[in-house]
């Protein structure tokens, strides 16, 4: 019998695809079998049917795991196709001529793909240096950051909402790891900080290239640079904080932003008492000079840290100064014209959000 064939569904550039023909390699070393490596970049049906879910490795017709190879799965698939030609071979021996052994079938043996043949495998070509990560459609996208769009890597794709966010929680998690002196992290583990499931993880980073290291995990450095780039805060981004009492203080002596390239260019507030004295690194300024500080100090996110009274009107004057993004930490319901986005921070949140898994 002919050693059986292995299909591996992969698109180039994929890590996740280079890690499964390592680990089939390593597995023909228990069973014997060929590998052939289907790029489903080159058929629009397989790449519908597989883009989500590869690498998709299968035998004899039949998908046997995707992601990532299940080793005892393919080794069991290729014991039972063993025995199973086995037995048709003994059936058969009555027959004067030999029987041509049966190899395992091709899947999808009427595409027209063309298919690459391995005969040892070798890794596919991986262009690391460009995210490949799949563009999402336009509705859900998340706007680059205005003021800094000059900055933004071109190269960097639009992200789904969902996408965006997610990496977002990778970069806090990775920053903060890296503060804490560590070079590698996990894929599980990372999911252990972000809530986000380590397939879903794997999938949102292998458009990145090769970071994770079997065994090792992800080079912390390395991504954290890798998504900074994909969320273009990879560079200098302008706050003005609007507040100076408990909150702003704390937020101005930390370096809650700064660790992600958040600089707070000034901090105002309408307490003639606060004015001109020292928050952190600055000296307080008056607010009744909030549209200059935005355009002196391309200001792109206003954060507001007032009592929730008074955060509608400084968000009228952060609108009326071309501010696009604001963080509210008043809780307030603020209004804003479609093309600003608020975002508001309560602690509270995420406690609800936990408290009802708790009690449910
Ligand atoms: N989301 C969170 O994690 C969180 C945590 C703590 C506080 N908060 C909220 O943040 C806000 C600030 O809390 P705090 O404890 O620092 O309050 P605080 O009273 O200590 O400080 C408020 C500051 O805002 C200034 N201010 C008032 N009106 C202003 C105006 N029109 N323009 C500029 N400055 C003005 C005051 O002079 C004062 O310095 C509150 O709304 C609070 O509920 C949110």
């Not at 597995?27 to 080159?42: A, G, H, K, N, Y």
């Not at 029987?99 to 005969?119: G, I, K, Q």
């Not at 706050?239 to 408990?246: N, P, Q, R, S």
């Not at 009744?288 to 955060?311: D, F, T």
């Amino acid at each position: 019998m002919s050693a059986p064939e292995v299909v591996v569904f992969l698109r180039p550039g994929c890590h996740l695809c280079h890690d499964a023909l390592e680990d089939l390699e390593a597995l023909r070393e228990q069973e014997p079998f060929t590998v052939r490596s289907v790029d489903i970049e080159r058929d629009d049906r397989l790449h519908a049917r597989y883009l989500e879910r590869i690498p998709v490795i299968a035998l004899a017709g039949e998908e046997l795991c995707d992601f990532a190879v299940d080793g005892e799965r393919v080794l069991q698939a290729l014991r039972d196709l063993r025995e199973r030609v086995g037995a048709g071979a003994a059936r058969r021996r009555p027959t004067v001529a030999p029987p041509r052994e049966r190899t395992a079938e091709p899947l999808l043996r009427a595409s027209p793909v063309p298919v690459e043949r391995v005969s040892r495998i070798a890794a596919p070509p991986m262009p690391t240096a460009e995210p490949t990560l799949a563009p999402t459609p336009a509705p859900a996208t998340v706007g680059s950051v205005p003021g800094a769009a000059g900055n933004a890597d071109p190269a960097a794709p639009r992200l789904g909402a969902g996408q965006a966010e997610r990496l977002s929680r990778y970069l806090q998690v990775l920053t903060q790891a890296r503060k804490m002196g560590r070079a590698t992290m996990s894929s599980q583990e990372l999911s252990a900080h972000t809530h986000v499931n380590s397939t879903q993880i794997r999938r949102d980073l292998s458009g990145f290239g090769r970071f994770g290291k079997r065994g090792v995990g992800y080079d912390v450095e390395e991504l954290v640079a890798r998504i900074r780039g994909i969320l273009h805060t990879n560079q200098r981004v302008g706050i003005v904080l609007l507040g100076a009492g408990h909150l702003g203080r704390a937020i101005a002596g930390s370096d809650v932003f700064a660790d992600h390239g958040f600089e707070v260019v000034a901090v105002l507030d309408n307490d003639p008492a606060k004015i001109g004295t020292p928050i952190g690194e600055l000296e307080i300024g008056d607010v009744r000079h909030l549209a200059e500080v935005v355009r002196e100090g391309e200001v792109v996110v206003g954060v507001i840290a007032s009592p929730a009274k008074a955060a509608q009107g400084l968000a009228d004057e952060l609108v009326e100064a071309g501010v696009q993004i604001i963080f509210n930490y008043s809780g307030a319901l603020l209004r804003t014209p479609p093309n600003v986005a608020v975002h508001t921070s309560s602690p509270a949140v995420d406690l609800l959000h936990a408290l009802y898994y708790y009690l449910s």
